[in-house]
Nanobody, 121 residues
């Protein structure tokens, strides 16, 4: 069974930085696209950043220039480095990944349980 576990959330002041991590565990043969989403209170979940196996990345306009995403396939981990944080970045951040557990079968999409990020003075 595949699991995604996020860590690194917390309380930070405006202008501060945080790094989120998400580790995949379980029966894993390959990992495809990995991404971060977030959901603020009363709002729908939204895309934040994504990274492909090739290293290609894309970002939501609201975080461009402030956030960066990276991955370490040996560690089965994806990171989200967040800088110049704003109160509007307050949300639960979720990890998402396409993971294959069996050779020859299609990748399945998985979600983590989320980690809270609060930006406040």
């Amino acid at each position: 069974q595949v699991q995604l576990v996020e860590s690194g959330g917390g309380l930070v002041q405006p202008g501060g930085s945080l790094r989120l991590s998400c580790v995949a565990s379980g029966s894993i043969f390959s990992i495809g696209h990995m991404a971060w989403y977030r959901q603020a209170p009363g709002k729908e979940r939204e895309f934040v950043a994504g990274i492909w196996r090739s290293g290609a990345r894309n970002f939501a306009n609201s975080v461009k220039g402030r956030f960066t995403i990276s991955r370490d396939d040996d560690k089965k981990t994806v990171y989200l480095q967040m800088s110049y944080l704003e109160p509007e970045d307050t949300a639960v951040y979720y990890c998402n990944a396409d993971i294959g557990s069996v050779v020859g079968e299609r990748l399945q999409n998985y979600w983590g349980q989320g980690t809270q990020v609060t930006v406040s003075s």
